[in-house]
């Protein structure tokens, strides 16, 4: 299906950098199955880890972090 959308569209592929038959990919630190997306799990630590920032270093955070609230349950109460 995705081949024959792919074509449709006009896209194309590099076959050496193609894989096939995936139960699970990565793509831009994000993991994607057939039952869900999240975040990857190094990813979380690195973030929980970090230290509470000053304003320039929060507005930086918020930056990042909006970029995965589609993937957080409740992001702006917990922002």
Do not use: G
């Not at 990857?40 to 304003?55: A, G, H, N, R, V």
């Not at 609230?69 to 409740?74: P, R």
């Amino acid at each position: 299906q995705v081949l024959i959308l792919m074509r449709k569209y006009k896209l194309f592929l590099k076959a050496e950098k193609c894989k096939f038959k995936m139960l699970k990919t990565e793509y831009l630190d994000i993991i994607i199955s057939k039952e869900s997306i999240c975040i990857d799990l190094i990813k979380i630590q690195s973030i929980m880890e970090w230290l509470t920032p000053i304003k320039k270093d929060s507005e930086s955070f918020l930056d990042f972090t909006n970029f995965y609230q589609h993937l957080i349950k409740d992001y702006s109460q917990i922002i």
